[in-house]
């Protein structure tokens, strides 16, 4: 009898170890899935702050070549161009001089789907300024 007793202690003490063992598995995978979540999301983060900075780069040298194209004289005109950033990713510039305005869109064109878009402004543009002198006030539009 008390042979059995002290077989069913050491059952019942290998049982208690495969449970915490499976528990310590069953939390050890959960957070292993939270952490490559984290990492995905990271990754999403990162990617959407690098496409919103080539939009605000082109857009501001879309205002560049703006400034430049009213300084020579342009009291309303338009330029339009695109830059093939990869096979699948194009940035389009649109640009539009109207009086002493001059407005920047950019947008980034992944796949043909619009991913990321800007617009800038520079307004009360003066014609007869060289350089940064009287470039206008410089505004970020929606």
Known sequence: MMQRIKRNRKNVRQGFAIFIIFTVLIVASFLLLGAIEMSGLAVDSG????????CFQAADGGLERGLAKFRTGSDSAELDYEVKVSERQIVRVKVKILGSDIISNAAVIESGKIKA????????????????????????GA
């Open 47 to 54: 990617r959407s702050f690098l496409l919103e900075t080539i």
């Open 117 to 140: 878009e800007k617009k800038l402004v520079r307004k009360n543009v003066s014609r007869t300024a060289s350089g940064r002198e009287k470039a206008g006030s410089f505004m970020e």
